[in-house]
């Protein structure tokens, strides 16, 4: 009792520590806007509307079809099956002011732009309709090297942000332990060839067996920053689909060619 106590006490010390050192940091370096500089918030309102949605979507597989709701086309869906039902994207990575701020989310570790991020995703699935509400939100894992150098997962904050305001008044559950990914892999972004990023990311994600409960016959919404060829979302979904969920659908903030 008494060392749960003192546990309690110094958590609460810590905590009004952090509190202080945050304020004193805010006095010192300020909030800004990483587009015009304005001070209170690290994407302004005014910029937040300036960030590009696209107003359309292409088909996962062929990446050529126009659709207005990120499905996969008929005439793919009678030739391949695709271990994802369909993807969102917002926009492309070209868009200066949206790389911008997924760098400043990943690398100058701003995690604080998950939210208006997160809130850009809601905005545009919200948009496209038609895509049943999820059960279960994944984000794609990072491998636990990576994880431990970041400190965070982006597609974690970003998942938690949409599972919170995607159903006003419902939260919908985030599943961090249902797959792992096992092997560290050389960053998508780096390799060119379409060939050698679907090798690098080959088999590279590990489902949790006994997860089957959580998943099976749901709606699975997965959730990533960034989307090259589409290799690693797949490949995360192809192993989620030995689980037998109901559908998965995929989300990622910019498509970069
Ligand atoms: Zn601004
Ligand atoms: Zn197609």
């Given at each position: 009792?008494?060392?749960?106590?003192?546990?309690?006490?110094?958590?609460?010390?810590?905590?009004?520590?952090?509190?202080?050192?945050?304020?004193?940091?805010?006095?010192?370096?300020?909030?800004?806007?990483?587009?015009?500089?304005?001070?209170?918030?690290?994407?302004?309102?005014?910029?937040?509307?300036?960030?590009?949605?696209?107003?359309?979507?292409?088909?996962?597989?062929?990446?050529?079809?126009?659709?207005?709701?990120?499905?996969?086309?008929?005439?793919?869906?009678?030739?391949?099956?695709?271990?994802?039902?369909?993807?969102?994207?917002?926009?492309?990575?070209?868009?200066?002011?949206?790389?911008?701020?997924?760098?400043?989310?990943?690398y100058?570790?701003?995690?604080?732009?998950?939210?208006?991020?997160?809130?850009?995703?809601?905005?545009?699935?919200?948009?496209?309709?038609?895509?049943?509400?999820?059960?279960?939100?994944?984000?794609?894992?990072?491998?636990?090297?990576r994880?431990?150098?970041?400190?965070?997962?982006?597609?974690?904050?970003?998942?938690?942000?949409?599972?919170?305001?995607?159903?006003?008044?419902?939260?919908?559950?985030?599943?961090?332990?249902?797959?792992?990914?096992?092997?560290s892999t050389k960053p998508q972004m780096k390799i060119k060839d379409?060939?050698a990023r679907?090798?690098n990311i080959?088999?590279?994600?590990?489902?949790?067996?006994?997860?089957?409960?959580?998943?099976?016959?749901?709606?699975?919404?997965?959730?990533?920053?960034i989307?090259t060829t589409?290799s690693t979302?797949?490949?995360?979904?192809?192993?989620?689909?030995?689980?037998?969920?109901?559908?998965?659908?995929?989300?990622?903030?910019?498509?970069q060619?």
């Amino acid at each position: 009792m008494e060392k749960l106590l003192r546990v309690s006490l110094v958590k609460k010390l810590s905590n009004k520590l952090n509190g202080i050192s945050a304020c004193f940091s805010d006095i010192i370096f300020p909030i800004k806007c990483i587009n015009c500089g304005k001070e209170g918030e690290f994407i302004c309102k005014k910029c937040f509307s300036l960030l590009p949605k696209n107003s359309f979507q292409v088909c996962p597989v062929c990446e050529k079809t126009i659709l207005s709701n990120g499905d996969v086309c008929n005439h793919c869906r009678q030739r391949v099956s695709s271990p994802i039902n369909r993807l969102f994207v917002v926009s492309d990575y070209k868009d200066p002011l949206l790389s911008k701020s997924i760098h400043y989310l990943k690398y100058n570790f701003v995690a604080d732009l998950a939210k208006p991020l997160g809130t850009l995703m809601i905005q545009t699935m919200l948009r496209l309709g038609s895509s049943p509400t999820p059960d279960v939100i994944i984000p794609i894992p990072l491998h636990n090297r990576r994880l431990r150098w970041r400190g965070f997962n982006q597609s974690a904050l970003l998942a938690n942000v949409i599972a919170k305001d995607l159903l006003p008044g419902m939260e919908i559950e985030v599943l961090e332990d249902v797959i792992a990914r096992k092997s560290s892999t050389k960053p998508q972004m780096k390799i060119k060839d379409y060939g050698a990023r679907q090798k690098n990311i080959q088999g590279c994600f590990q489902i949790d067996p006994t997860a089957n409960k959580k998943v099976t016959a749901k709606r699975i919404l997965l959730v990533d920053d960034i989307c090259t060829t589409g290799s690693t979302i797949n490949e995360c979904a192809k192993e989620l689909r030995k689980l037998n969920p109901k559908s998965i659908s995929a989300v990622v903030l910019a498509r970069q060619s």
